[in-house]
């Protein structure tokens, strides 16, 4: 089982729509959570960070975090096709400092 | 400009030669980090700095990798010997060391690495 895992994708929707992008993770006690968006041949860009259950909202992206299922997302609301990016789920697990990233699902915004 | 910087952008080598990267931190970040990226993939964790410790090394990290951090400032990755497999991005991040919880990492361009 990978550490952390999200679906490739892509996830294609149409501009104006919300688009839910979902990460589940394999360290029960992990404390933080990241979503990074990276654009083609770019680097991680940190958009939303979580520490604690629940939604947290910035701007047109809303971060979701469930420790009992082990589940973080993240919510795109007015999707706009300078979106279409990979976005990459990265967590921080117990006593370590380094992050750990999914394999990144990648968005495709359609005008 | 205050964030991460790489140099060089774009690395092509011959198997079996050595090659060095360098990464300049965000001026007030304590804690530098080494990833590697291959296509498709999500950035895996290499090695990190805290000032010029060297705190931790993942099992990715096989003896023909080196890096270093003098003085606590700018960092090099060192290949050595390099292979076909070793063809990535390498990406370098920094951070400012606080609760562990809350702690942020900004990366860099990255440097390609083209083995041949």
């Known amino acids: 089982q990978k550490e952390v895992e999200q679906n490739s994708g892509p996830l294609s929707v149409p501009e104006g729509a919300i688009a839910s992008l979902n990460c589940t993770y394999s360290?029960?006690?992990?404390?933080?959570f990241f979503w990074y968006r990276q654009y083609s041949g770019k680097s991680p860009e940190l958009i939303m960070s979580i520490y604690s259950n629940g939604d947290k909202e910035d701007g047109r992206f809303t971060a979701q975090l469930n420790k009992a299922s082990q589940y973080v997302s993240l919510l795109i609301r007015d999707s706009q096709p300078s979106d279409s990016a990979t976005y990459l789920c990265a967590v921080r697990g117990t006593g370590r400092r380094a992050l750990t990233f999914g394999s990144g699902t990648r968005l495709q915004v359609q005008p | 400009d205050t964030g991460v910087s790489q140099d060089p952008r774009h690395k092509i080598t011959k198997r079996g030669q050595n090659v060095t990267f360098r990464c300049d931190p965000i001026s007030e970040h304590n804690r530098l980090y080494w990833y590697r990226q291959t296509l498709g993939q999500g950035p895996e964790f290499l090695t990190y700095f805290q000032n010029e410790a060297q705190l931790e090394k993942s099992r990715l990290l096989s003896d023909r990798f080196s890096a270093e951090r003098p003085k606590g400032s700018f960092s090099t990755l060192e290949i050595q010997r390099t292979e076909q497999g070793d063809s990535a991005m390498y990406l370098c991040?920094?951070?400012?060391?606080?609760?562990?919880?809350?702690?942020?990492?900004?990366f860099g361009s990255g440097t390609q690495l083209s083995v041949l």
């Open positions: 991040a920094s951070s400012l060391s606080v609760v562990a919880t809350n702690e942020k990492l900004f």
């Open positions: 360290d029960r006690v992990s404390q933080s």
